[in-house]
C-alpha cells in the first residue's frame, strides 16, 4: 500500500509506482439510462452472413445452352475440331481478341457449328470448371442429318413424306415436345434453322423423353433454301397461321407433307410464309386466338395421321 503524507494528496510508494486514476463527475449530469428499443434493425445494417457473401451468381445462361456436353478451354476445342466432334455452339468471349480464339471461330463456323459472343458473366455461369479460358463448346446430343437423308428414309419405308420444319422455334421444351409427337405419329423427320432455335440439346433431348435419338433432325443454314429443296423433292408445304386460306380439315394433307410450324410469339417469318404452297388454320371455337407451338404441330400431325389412315 502506498502511503501518503500529511496534508499531501499524492501517494508516496515505490519509484515508479501507478498513481491512482483521478475521475472526474460529469459537470452536465449523469446520462439518463434510456431503454432499449425492441424494433428490429432495417436489412440494410446487418451484415451479411458468410453464406450469404459467398453465394455465387445467379445462372443467366439460357436452357438452350446444353451444358452437359460442353468442352471448355482453348486446347481442348481445337482438339474437338481437329477430331471432328459435332459442336452445336461455340461461346466465344465478347471483344477478347486473342489469334487462338480467332482461329477457333473460323474453325467452328467452317465445321458448321454456330458461334456466339457471350460476355464473361455469361461464360462463369456456363463453366462447370471454372477455367474456360474464354471459350466453351456445346455439343448435341444426337448427331444432326441431311434432308436427303430425311427423304431417302421415307422412300426406304414406302411412305409419303412427312417433314415438320420448325421456323424459330427458340424453346427447347417446345421443341423437345414437337420431336416427341413427330415419333409418335410416325414423322420422317424434323428440320430446324441453324440461327435463333433452340438446337439438340439435353434439354431437348429430355422433354422428347428420348424421342430425339429416333427422330432425324437436319439444321440448316438457310430455311427458305431449304423449303425450295423440299419442293424439288415433290414435297408440298403447309404453313400452319391463324389466317389460313383453309381448316386442316378442308386441307388434303395425305400426300406428301412438309408442316411448318412458327415460333412461340412471332409465328412464320415473312419469307417463310411466302415460300409456303398453301396456308392452313386450325379452327379455334373459344376465346383463344391460338395454340402453344408444339400443341399446333400435334394437332396437325395427327391430322395428317387421320386422313393417310382413310
Known amino acids: 500500500m502506498a502511503d501518503y503524507k500529511k496534508g499531501g494528496d499524492k501517494p508516496r510508494g515505490k519509484a515508479g509506482a501507478r498513481p491512482p486514476i483521478q475521475r472526474h463527475k ?18 440494410y445494417d446487418k451484415k451479411p452472413t458468410p453464406k450469404q457473401e459467398l453465394a455465387e451468381p445467379a445462372n443467366d445462361y439460357d436452357e438452350d445452352d446444353g451444358l452437359p456436353g460442353g468442352i471448355e478451354g482453348r486446347n481442348a476445342v481445337i482438339e474437338a475440331l481437329r477430331a471432328g466432334v459435332p459442336l452445336d455452339k461455340v461461346y466465344i468471349l465478347k471483344g477478347e481478341d486473342a489469334p487462338s480464339l480467332k482461329m477457333i471461330a473460323s474453325k467452328a463456323r467452317a465445321a458448321g457449328a454456330v458461334v456466339v459472343d457471350a460476355d464473361r458473366r455469361k461464360l462463369d455461369a456456363m ?3 471454372h477455367a474456360h479460358q474464354g471459350v466453351i463448346a456445346t455439343t448435341p446430343a444426337a448427331e444432326y442429318v441431311e434432308i436427303s437423308d ?13 417433314i415438320i420444319v420448325c421456323d424459330e422455334i427458340s424453346d427447347p421444351h417446345n421443341l423437345g415436345a ?6 409418335a405419329s410416325g414423322a420422317h423427320g424434323v428440320i430446324i434453322p441453324k440461327r435463333r432455335s433452340a438446337g439438340l440439346t439435353a434439354i431437348v433431348a429430355k422433354t422428347s423423353a428420348g424421342a430425339a435419338f429416333h427422330v432425324p433432325t437436319a439444321r440448316v443454314a438457310n430455311l427458305n433454301a431449304a423449303l425450295e429443296e423440299l419442293k424439288r423433292e415433290g414435297v408440298w408445304i403447309y404453313g400452319a397461321a391463324a389466317e389460313g386460306e383453309k381448316t386442316m380439315w378442308e386441307t388434303d394433307l395425305a400426300g406428301s407433307a412438309a408442316i411448318v410450324i412458327g415460333s412461340e410469339g412471332e409465328g412464320l417469318s415473312r419469307l417463310v410464309k411466302e415460300n409456303c404452297d398453301f396456308i392452313v388454320s386450325i379452327p379455334m371455337v373459344g ?14 400431325m395427327y391430322e395428317v ?3 393417310r389412315k382413310k
Open 150 to 162: 430425311i427423304l431417302a428414309i421415307a422412300r426406304e419405308k414406302g411412305e409419303e413424306p412427312l
Open 127 to 129: 463453366s462447370r470448371t
Open 26 to 43: 460529469n459537470p452536465y449530469g449523469a446520462r439518463p439510462n434510456a431503454e432499449r428499443s425492441n424494433t428490429p434493425r432495417p436489412a
Open 305 to 307: 395421321v387421320r386422313q
Open 287 to 300: 376465346k383463344m386466338s391460338s395454340l402453344n407451338a408444339s400443341v399446333s404441330a400435334a394437332v396437325l
Open 178 to 183: 414437337i420431336i416427341r409427337t413427330a415419333e
